[in-house]
């Protein structure tokens, strides 16, 4: 155990001197390890490139003799396949043939009719051919029958014989079949393929040259027809093939044929890769392929996944190219098939090491060093990670005792695999690693933490992180996480999510691109010779210089003097068997005059023609010889020089074995027609291309007109909002439902809501009567009213019916949730009451305020009938107006409103005219939090009211100037006064955090976390701290979240608080105005928007600005963050999206006059702005309007002033003296 | 583990279970484990109520059965024969049709009952449970596959006891747990008998003349198969038992 023990201790000391080096030095090692992988890839470059194609090598054919089984010691050039007999000697007859002279009586028919016809008696030669006793039965190839799949062409090639293979095979050798055949094109074409064929055809096979090169058609203008007759033999008799050679030279001589006739050529086929085995292989990749997948996937917690990833796939990689190099280099050369075993040997390595040697150093502690961190992270897995490698090494030992050569060899790549695997994790990936870990983001971390606002956090991010680390230089905006966009929210009609699925994914071109880049692999894979070989014949037939290219040719020129083009038509009269003096340059002569419509067909040889298997399909010889079920896979085939025949006929001979249908293609034979035909085709094509064209762009510009929106991406798009009565309808012209969205109307109010707040479950509004009502969220079904102090005008609607039920202490509306249909009930009677309501204001002078806290606790009860009816029957003798108009008029910019409250002197004027001296203080802010409510007065007094019992809970007067703005967060209460200063409260409840006393309908009492109160508790609220000059201005604007506190002031500045202490962190200066918007969030993210019409994002975490635009002219009213955009209003009416990462406007929407400044983000991907008595719902991603949704029927002119967004998908809209409730069904749907 | 298998064949569905759920030439393997899989299915979905997320989990063995299967059947193939796609095919589809069929039930019968038998145990499977780890035991398994069709051995006893190794192997670095151990040597075994027995009474013949070493490797063929199916079929179970926890 303690040799155990101190292993352990050793092997940890190393791993973490180890550590640091490999993090203090990373580019010398970085480079090493380069170097290093380099060095033992080396050996690979003597590796054959893997690939099927066919290996040639060249003997002589004079003094061949079949190569034995044993290598001999000096092979020379030699390969390592040329060993033993080769599968067949091909044997191989070429034969052109053409009738000449031509003359115009012949048909086209004739070019190939009588040539051809001509095969039968040369095969009769051939197989008669006998030499001393051996004929051709004995030495060729004999096949057996063909594969069971392939009966139709069971009549066509050779069965249970040679394997001797020409184009007679059509007829079955027989001739008699041959000449009764009335249309020979016919049978040749019957069998081939239609469509798209990668293989060698059956014309192919029989024919032995390509089918452009046969000259059986009827517009072939050289009027020759070549084909060969292909013998497979199985052994080698180098007398009776130079016999048959020789016979049939002398039967039908080539005069000017210069052919070599010394070369024998072996080809060696490597392995087919059928599609049997191409599909094992291919699951195979993809197993690893899902296995890198799920491996990279759990790396997390370091800058770029990515590198980190690839570095992980790149160690393992190279270690296997490693293994590979150091194997070979020691002379062990690998046998297997390399691209099989690949896939297991990545998954006997493994990237586990990798992953746990990130995650070990991940979860260091993060205050650490990077070097420490590195060290400690990998002496802390050390112990395992060696432990591992031993049990792998054992594994792979042990297999190397079963005594199988292949998985010995594969263990032994194995072992070497592991072992430089290890290195490479050591020096590369850790290096890497630790490059990666500097290169980390403090910012990156602490997003990554969960921001516990108002907890006190232990490892306390915020102080440290500046000062241990120097801010980082680039000021990138990497605190967002720039997610893909989420599914748009509201429901679509299934053509547009089709293109917006297309157009998201770029579907349509990535699949053009990759079936082109499949289909341009297909054509080079599958004929690379072919394609060679066409592209040396167009450049030799288009260069003046191809001639001189051929050395044959010029060889031949000087030989036949008489060759020129005028001699050529007084040669051609010669007898049958003899020979035509030509070459050549006479070819080339004759048809280049091309408007001579007789011209006589030239049978020439090239240098091309020595190999004529050169310009077929490799797949040639393996397809013939499959066919047999013999494989030609890793063996090979000994090539013959070929035989050249050259057979000239007369025209008689040719008129003479016409088929009697064979003058009907008369009319079409001469040349002329063949030329104008030509003709007639380009015109065709061109015509067809230029149709093609048009038709193209048409349909392209129809699929813009469709799919783009005309004003994509324009400034100031106006969509221009839709009246009352038309349908709202989007730029494709569908119009949603409007039954879906149905909103809630909630009145109550008399006078103008001045505050709202909420926290998901319930809603609270202040009128600028000071009446406080509290409303469900869900229902919206009004549960407690809270009179203002000195205002017991909380009866505007059913609550003025039930007094009793106020009077015998229940301070909720009983009907409200007994009759749902709130609307029906109190519009009747709302245009009366605010007619002539008498103002009750003078009459009550009760002050709940001053009441002490343990009355309120167990309740109040006052008697405000009679007060009420006297003022009633007042009211009704001398109406007086005061509230002659319930709803104000309308500020044409309301946001300005609570800016407004910021100028100490001037004083709203609609309170001051309403609260001469008895109105004890009205409520500036409001906040909600669980069952609290924070009420902020202008007299500076902070009230916590029960919302759900309409109780007093709390009181606090310790500051005198108003209080401006409010905000809740867990415990604690912030206020901003109007003198400037900011005061932090603690609510301190005796009894921590009772029953949930009224939490909305059964059943859906998960929502927030924020800490509710019953009833029974004491609540206090003290003053834990002011900050008296937190501002030289006003404070205007307060957010809170993340456990800090961020305040925007006249004075230009922003600050930042932490809640827990109340410190100030960062003072921010940018903008050149005064602050008029704050936005931040969980995820500590900060934007501010001035009166200067800036936008400034900050990070919170070291205080430097981010970014900084302009965007609107005059100010900034409302600013909200996505995760990938910012979101501003502003007083020019104008809606602008950001890219928050970048800074760049996204585009903007101009919105009604006065409605600009209500906005509100219900997902990421959608927008609701308020209008003229309509919200509007907006995908932010596209910038289009989804929907909009009337509110009611007498809101019509109303502007939406203030809209809030609740977390169940509600939104609350102000508008006047009404809250409208709507509700997104969609939206509901995916977050529950 | 008796146990359950006395309950498995005490059920009273079972012989409804056998006589209609499968052809009567259907392979040994799958069709024994598919019986005993499919009443100890319909107990576990009696005791059960996540009844979808077992039927969605039973779909995607099935389909990783059947790919499997066609891929492995693809892997045996003898090289030396040049074919055709279009023969490959055809005798994919015309000559044995129902192997990757069965295979597929039998995959989806096997990794239900692994959880199944988990959770029984009481003893949930820990170990290295996540996706790469099953992805590499599939990796593996076919590396299994592909050794025992493509490599030369010298004689019988050389190949099985290779395989058996790799087999045991297998298991000891992606489950190590008793209750897989025995799960799959039983689905080895009574797979293995069946075939046998199949094979015998001509229903069935192996390609191959040489019975005997097709027998030798059979077994470990089919523990290694189970091993890594009902590596599956746990991480599947797993995956659907997250879930809710995730959202």
């Excluded at chain 1, 007759?229 to 030279?249: G, W």
């Excluded at chain 1, 006003?1034 to 600050?1055: E, F």
């Amino acid at each position: 155990m303690t040799v155990r023990e101190r292993l352990r201790q050793n092997i940890s000391a190393a791993f973490y001197r180890h550590g640091l080096l490999c993090a203090s030095y990373p580019v010398p090692i970085i480079l090493f390890t380069s170097v290093s992988i380099l060095t033992c890839c080396y050996p690979l470059l003597k590796l054959p490139l893997p690939g099927t194609g066919p290996v040639e090598f060249t003997t002589g054919a004079k003094d061949y003799s079949v190569p034995s089984h044993e290598p001999q010691g000096d092979l020379g050039e030699r390969p390592d396949w040329y060993q033993g007999p080769p599968v067949a000697y091909i044997q191989q007859v070429l034969v052109k043939a053409a009738v000449s002279p031509w003359d115009s009586s012949l048909v086209p028919v004739d070019v190939f009719r009588s040539p051809l016809g001509r095969v039968f008696s040369l095969l009769e030669e051939i197989r008669n051919h006998v030499y001393t006793d051996r004929s051709l039965e004995t030495l060729c190839l004999q096949v057996t029958e063909l594969l069971p799949g392939l009966r139709r062409m069971q009549s066509i090639l050779p069965e249970h014989g040679c394997l001797l293979v020409s184009p007679g095979n059509y007829w079955q050798n027989r001739r008699d079949l041959f000449d009764s055949d009335p249309d020979i094109l016919k049978t040749v074409h019957q069998h081939e393929p239609k469509g798209i064929h990668t293989s060698a055809t059956l014309k192919d096979l029989l024919f032995g040259v390509p089918g452009k090169n046969t000259g059986v058609s009827l517009y072939s203008r050289k009027r020759v027809v070549t084909y060969t007759i292909t013998i497979a033999l199985s052994s080698y008799d180098a007398r009776f093939v130079a016999s048959l050679r020789a016979r049939l030279k002398q039967l039908h001589p080539s005069v000017n044929c210069t052919l070599r006739e010394d070369h024998m050529v072996h080809v060696h086929f490597k392995e087919e890769i059928g599609i049997a085995e191409l599909i094992p292989l291919v699951t195979t990749y993809i197993i690893l392929f899902a296995y890198i997948y799920f491996s990279t996937r759990k790396i997390d917690m370091v800058k770029s996944k990515w590198g980190l990833a690839l570095a992980a796939v790149v160690t393992v990689l190279s270690s296997l190219l490693m293994s590979v190099g150091l194997c070979t280099l020691f002379g062990l050369t690998p046998t297997l098939n390399g691209g099989s075993i690949f896939p297991y040997l990545v998954v006997v390595i493994g990237l586990e090491n990798v992953l746990v040697l990130t995650k070990s150093v991940v979860s260091t502690p993060v205050d650490l060093e990077v070097k420490l961190r590195i060290a400690q992270g990998l002496s802390s897995e050390s112990w395992s990670i060696m432990k591992n490698m031993a049990t792998e090494l054992v594994i792979i030992l042990i297999g190397y005792f079963t005594l199988v050569p292949a998985i010995q060899e594969f263990c032994l790549f194995a072992v070497v695999g592991l072992v430089s695997d290890f290195f490479l994790q050591m020096f590369f990936f850790t290096t890497v690693l630790s490059i990666d870990i500097r290169r980390m983001e403090l910012a990156d971390l602490n997003r990554r933490l969960p921001a516990e606002a108002g907890m006190p956090p232990p490892p306390k991010p915020g102080p440290l992180r500046p000062r241990e680390a120097p801010p980082p230089p680039r000021p990138s905006p990497h605190t967002i996480t720039l997610q893909a966009p989420a599914f748009r929210n509201l429901r679509l009609p299934k053509r547009l999510r089709v293109v917006y699925f297309l157009a998201r994914t770029r579907l349509a071109q990535r699949i053009i691109m990759v079936g082109t880049v499949i289909w341009i692999g297909i054509l080079v894979y599958t004929d690379p010779a072919g394609l060679r070989t066409y592209l040396a014949a167009q450049v030799s037939e288009q260069s003046p210089l191809g001639e001189a290219g051929l050395p044959p040719h010029l060889g031949v020129a000087p030989v036949f003097p008489g060759g020129d083009p005028t001699s050529t038509l007084s040669v051609l009269p010669a007898p049958e068997p003899t020979p035509l003096p030509e070459n050549q340059s006479q070819g080339h002569g004759a048809s280049r005059p091309g408007g001579a419509p007789l011209t006589s067909p030239q049978i020439s040889w090239g240098s091309e023609d020595e190999e004529v298997w050169r310009r077929l399909s490799f797949r040639y010889w393996p397809s013939l010889f499959s066919y047999y079920n013999i494989t030609l896979a890793k063996r090979y085939i000994s090539i013959l020089p070929v035989i050249p025949v050259t057979l000239h006929l007369n025209p008689q001979e040719a008129i003479e074995m016409r088929h009697p249908q064979d003058t009907q293609h008369a009319p079409r034979s001469s040349a002329k027609t063949t030329d104008l035909q030509t003709d007639l085709t380009l015109y065709k094509v061109a015509a067809l291309g230029l149709f093609a064209g048009v038709v193209l762009v048409l349909l392209l510009f129809c699929l813009y007109r469709v799919l783009c929106p005309r004003n994509y991406g324009q400034n100031g798009v106006q969509h221009g909002r839709r009246r009352r009565g038309d349908l709202p309808c989007d730029e494709y012209g569908y119009s949603p439902p409007v039954s879906e969205i149905s909103p809630l109307l909630l009145r109550g109010h008399s006078m103008d809501i001045e505050c709202l707040a909420s926290d998901g479950m319930l809603l609270a509004s202040c009128c600028l009567a000071g009446q406080i009502r509290v409303w469900d969220a869900q229902t919206g079904d009004c549960l407690t009213v809270i009179p203002n102090n000195g205002l017991r005008r909380s009866s505007s609607s059913g609550c003025w019916e039930h007094r009793d039920g106020w009077d015998s202490l229940t301070p909720t509306c009983e009907p409200d949730y007994n009759e749902p249909p709130l609307r029906r009930r109190v519009t009747p009677s709302r245009p009366t009451l605010f007619g002539d309501q008498p103002d009750l204001t003078p009459l009550i002078d009760t002050n709940f305020g001053e009441l002490p806290p343990s009355h309120t606790t167990v309740g109040f009860g006052f008697d405000f009938g009679g007060l009420v009816e006297k003022a009633y029957k007042e009211h009704e003798a001398s109406p007086t107006m005061h509230f002659t108009a319930p709803t104000p008029p309308v500020t044409p910019a309301p946001p300005q409103r609570r800016r407004s409250l910021g100028d100490p002197p001037v004083a709203p004027p609609e309170r001051i005219n309403v609260s001469p001296g008895e109105w004890d203080s009205s409520v500036w802010s409001l906040e909600l939090r669980g069952n609290l409510i924070a009420a902020g007065r202008s007299s500076g007094k902070l009230e916590l009211w029960d919302a759900v019992e309409g109780t007093l809970r709390c009181c606090n007067e310790d500051g005198s100037s108003g209080i401006t703005a409010l905000a809740f967060l867990n415990n604690r209460i912030v206020a901003a006064r109007l003198n400037g200063s900011l005061d932090f409260f603690t609510v301190d409840i005796n009894k921590p955090l009772g029953l949930l006393q009224y939490r909305g309908p059964p059943g859906r009492a998960s929502l927030p976390s924020s800490p509710c109160y019953s009833s029974e508790d004491v609540i206090s609220c003290q003053l834990t701290r002011s900050v008296q000059c937190a501002h030289q201005k006003p404070i205007t604007v307060l957010r809170a979240a993340a456990g800090r506190v961020v305040t925007g002031s006249q004075d230009h500045t922003v600050r930042v608080y932490r809640l827990e202490d109340s410190c100030c962190l960062f003072t921010l200066q940018g903008h050149s105005g005064g602050i008029t918007a704050i936005y931040i969030d969980q995820t500590m993210v900060l934007a501010s928007g001035g009166q200067d019409g800036a936008i400034c994002l900050w990070d919170v975490l070291t205080g430097s600005r981010v970014s900084h635009v302009y965007g609107h002219r005059g100010d900034v009213t409302s600013l909200v963050c996505t995760n990938s955009c910012v979101i501003s209003s502003g007083l020019d009416d104008l809606i602008c999206i950001w890219d928050r990462s970048t800074g760049i406007k996204l585009y903007s929407i101009q919105q009604e006059v006065g409605c600009g400044s209500s906005l509100g983000v219900i997902s990421d991907s959608l927008l609701v702005t308020g209008g003229h008595g309509c919200v509007s719902f907006w995908d932010l991603n596209y910038g289009d309007l989804l929907q909009t949704v009337y509110l009611g029927q007498n809101s019509e002119g109303q502007h939406v002033r203030q809209l809030l967004v609740l977390d169940n998908a509600a939104i609350v809209c102000d508008f006047g003296s009404e809250l409208s409730l709507v509700y997104v069904p969609s939206v509901l749907e995916k977050l529950d | 583990m008796p146990q359950l298998e006395d309950r498995c064949w005490s059920c009273s569905c079972s012989p409804g279970m056998k006589s209609k759920g499968f052809p009567p030439a259907s392979r040994a393997r799958e069709a024994m484990s598919a019986v005993a899989g499919a009443v100890s299915q319909a107990v576990c979905s009696l005791r059960r109520l996540h009844s979808a997320g077992l039927v969605r989990r039973g779909v995607v063995l099935f389909a990783v059965g059947v790919f499997l299967a066609l891929v492995l059947y693809l892997l045996q193939i003898k090289r030396n024969v040049v074919l055709f796609p279009e023969e490959v095919l055809d005798t994919l589809l015309s000559s044995s049709w129902w192997i990757p069929l069965s295979c597929g039930t039998a995959a989806a019968v096997v990794g239900l009952l692994y959880p199944c038998l988990d959770s029984h145990l009481g003893e949930p499977h820990k170990f290295k449970r996540e996706w790469a780890s099953v992805m590499r035991c599939i990796a593996v398994f076919v590396g299994i596959n592909h050794a025992s069709a493509k490599l030369d051995f010298a004689n019988n006893m050389q190949l099985s006891l290779t395989l058996a190794a790799l087999s045991l192997g297998l298991w000891w670095t992606f489950d190590r747990s008793r209750s897989g151990f025995g799960l799959g040597l039983t689905t080895a075994l009574l797979a293995t008998l069946i075939a046998q027995l199949l094979v015998y009474n001509g229903i069935y013949q192996y390609t191959s003349p040489e019975v005997r070493s097709v027998r030798s490797w059979l077994p470990c063929i089919f523990f290694s198969g189970g091993v890594t199916v009902g590596n599956i079929g746990r991480q599947l179970a797993m995956g659907s038992a997250e879930k809710p926890h995730s959202d």
